[in-house]
């Protein structure tokens, strides 16, 4: 079972950057896309930023130009680098990998971190 573990989160000021890093361990075939999501007070859980196996990204259009997401395929690691944070940037962020691994056949499945706190004052 392949478990995720976020780091980097904290207290910046707004203007400020944070870089976000996750980290896979466990068993499994391999780990095809990987992001970012986030979850603010009072509001849904939404993408921030996704990476497939072959580096291509995709971004909310509130981040673009701000935030960049990179990930070490060989050591299924993501991270994200956040820039020219504003207050509404404030979320837990959780880091997600899209799972594949065998039991009784091929299986995918999503794995989640269990998140860490970015919160920017202004």
């Known amino acids: 079972q392949v478990q995720l573990v976020e780091s980097g989160g904290g207290l910046v000021q707004a203007g400020g950057s944070l870089r976000l890093s996750c980290a896979a361990s466990g068993i499994a075939l391999r780990i095809n896309a990987m992001g970012w999501y986030r979850r603010a007070p009072g509001k849904q859980r939404e993408l921030v930023a996704t990476i497939t196996s072959g580096g291509t990204t995709e971004y909310a259009e509130s981040v673009k130009g701000r935030f960049t997401i990179s990930r070490d395929g060989a050591k299924y690691t993501v991270s994200l680098q956040m820039s020219s944070l504003k207050p509404e940037d404030t979320a837990v962020y959780y880091c997600?990998?899209?799972?594949?691994?065998?039991?009784?056949?091929?299986?995918?499945?999503?794995?989640w971190g269990q998140g860490t706190q970015v919160t920017v004052s202004s």
């Open positions: 997600n990998g899209e799972v594949v691994y065998y039991r009784g056949g091929v299986q995918t499945t999503d794995a």
